[in-house]
């Protein structure tokens, strides 16, 4: 069993030696002109994205100052949507109803980019293009190939796989840390944690 814990991390490291750091300061710096210009931020995935865009729209706003919304924090609003209207365009008429417009940001976590044939991801890649329509900027982190998000996204990372096996759970896990990165970056912090505000006070003592 410890040979497997050893084998995860090492391709951990591996994944990690083929990010582009240039990806992650052109997505810092559409960031950056978003908030700096009076944008919103719109935060989106499914699954395991979901879970990472709720907790990233947390550290946007409180560290970094953004005004930022969940696409799927509403469960009530987005089961109706779902119901009513379909998967596939429950994102996508959420936006619109938050009247997404050309100062704002898209950021999406996937671990495929998003497909329209095969379908996978429908719902991510109607966002996605509807932010687009409307002249809106979009990043993301994700993995694999890259699929839509990657092509046609204003700026994205992308966590590419060494083991074919592990393509979700390394995706996933490096989003979070990803975007714990940028929301640490220079250029996004605007108000430090509450453990490095103590560290700090503590350690000039």
């Known amino acids: 069993m410890a040979m497997f814990s050893k084998m995860f991390l090492a391709d951990t490291i591996a994944v990690l030696s083929r990010l582009d750091l240039d990806d992650i300061e052109r997505v810092v710096s559409v ?26 729209t947390c550290d946007f706003r409180k560290l970094c100052g953004f005004e930022a919304y969940c696409v799927s924090d509403n469960v009530s609003e987005l089961t109706a949507r779902v119901n009513d209207d379909g998967w596939e365009t429950s994102y996508s008429n959420w936006l619109l109803s938050s009247r997404i417009r050309s ?15 095969p379908p996978v991801s429908v719902n991510l890649v109607t966002a996605v293009q509807l932010a687009l329509e409307v002249g809106a900027k979009v990043v993301g982190i994700v993995g694999r190939d890259g699929g839509i998000l990657r092509q046609l996204s204003t700026a994205s990372i992308h966590v590419r796989p060494v083991d074919a096996s592990l393509v979700t759970p390394q995706t996933e896990g490096l989003q979070a840390l990803l975007w714990h990165l940028i929301v640490s970056h220079p250029e996004m912090l605007v108000s430090e944690a509450k453990w490095e505000g103590i560290d700090r006070v503590s350690t000039s003592k």
């Open 31 to 56: 960031l950056k002109t978003t908030r700096d210009s009076g944008g919103r931020l719109f935060l989106c995935g499914s699954g395991g994205g979901a879970g990472h865009a709720s907790h990233a």
């Open 103 to 117: 100062k704002d940001c898209l950021f999406v976590f996937s671990v495929g980019g998003g497909s329209i044939e």
